[in-house]
């Protein structure tokens, strides 16, 4: 069993930045791969970035490339989301996910462990 906690959500203006960070208790993270996926009211769940297990590689959803950088630090059990250049069209709750399978994976079905969410709210 893996354990996941997001934190570093919050409210900021459009333009704006915010870290997310997911900790990890149970297992030892560097065996799965890691994603960051959104959920916007009345939304389904989307795909937003993935990093391989050791870090070399990472996925983004168009709507994150360029903007937003996923990162990983085995040592620490923790996954980061840096958000940059924030939009509206962010707002959603954020989740981080721990998978067994693919780092190219983008569907929620695909991953074992998922932690509760954080909110994230751009304002215009």
């Known amino acids: 069993q893996v354990q996941l906690v997001e934190s570093g959500g919050g409210l900021v203006q459009a333009g704006g930045s915010l870290r997310l960070s997911c900790a990890a208790s149970?297992?030892?993270?560097?065996?799965?791969?890691m994603s960051w996926f959104r959920q916007a009211p009345e939304k389904e769940r989307e795909f937003v970035a993935a990093?391989?297990?050791?870090?070399?590689?990472?996925n983004y959803a168009d709507s994150a490339k360029g903007r937003f950088t996923i990162t990983r630090d085995n040592a620490k059990n923790t996954v980061y989301l840096q958000m940059n250049s924030l939009k509206p069209e962010d707002t959603a709750v954020y989740y981080c996910?721990?998978?067994?399978?693919?780092?190219?994976?983008?569907?929620?079905?695909?991953?074992?462990?998922w932690g509760q969410g954080t909110q994230v709210t751009v304002s215009s």
């Open positions: 990093i391989r297990r050791g870090g070399g590689g990472t």
């Open positions: 996910a721990a998978g067994s399978g693919s780092w190219n994976n983008r569907r929620p079905e695909e991953y074992d462990y």
């Open positions: 149970g297992r030892t993270l560097s065996n799965y791969v």
